[in-house]
């Protein structure tokens, strides 16, 4: 009889441990889910400045008085480029980094 309670002693601390372990794994996965949503985070609030930033440089141009109304009209297209070419740039990062984060977590 004591050996069979201690059989059944041991399968039940052999449980527990697998469990501890299995509590330590994902909390360091959440961890990390952490640490990555923090640095994607960052990445847009960057954009969002960077955004509001372009949207003010736009917002002066808009706002200046000509002087040259053809100099307005080159410029205005090349900085309405410039600014979706930086974020699409953006965008792509941020998606990337999210498929980094969903590839490592899955």
Same mark, same amino acid.
């Given at each position: 009889?004591?050996?069979?309670?201690?059989?059944?002693?041991?399968?039940?601390h052999a $449980?527990?441990?697998?469990?501890?372990?299995?509590?330590? @794994?994902?909390?360091e996965?959440?961890? #990390?889910?952490? +640490?990555d949503?923090?640095?994607?985070s960052?990445?847009l609030e960057? $954009?969002?400045?960077?955004?509001?930033e372009l949207t003010? @440089?736009?917002?002066a141009?808009?706002? #200046?008085q000509? +002087?040259n109304?053809q100099?307005i009209?080159?410029?205005?297209p090349?900085?309405?480029?410039?600014?979706?070419?930086?974020?699409?740039a953006?965008v792509?990062e941020i998606e990337?980094?999210?498929q980094q984060?969903?590839?490592k977590h899955?």
């Open positions: 009889m004591p050996s069979k309670i201690e059989a059944q002693i041991d399968r039940i $449980v527990f441990m697998d469990l501890k372990s299995s509590l330590i @794994q994902e909390r996965r959440v961890s #990390a889910l952490k +640490t949503l923090n640095k994607a960052e990445a960057q $954009v969002k400045l960077q955004n509001a003010r @440089q736009l917002n141009i808009q706002n #200046a000509p +002087t109304q100099v009209m080159e410029t205005q090349e900085l309405f480029q410039r600014r979706e070419e930086e974020i699409d953006l792509n990337f980094c999210i984060l969903k590839d899955a």
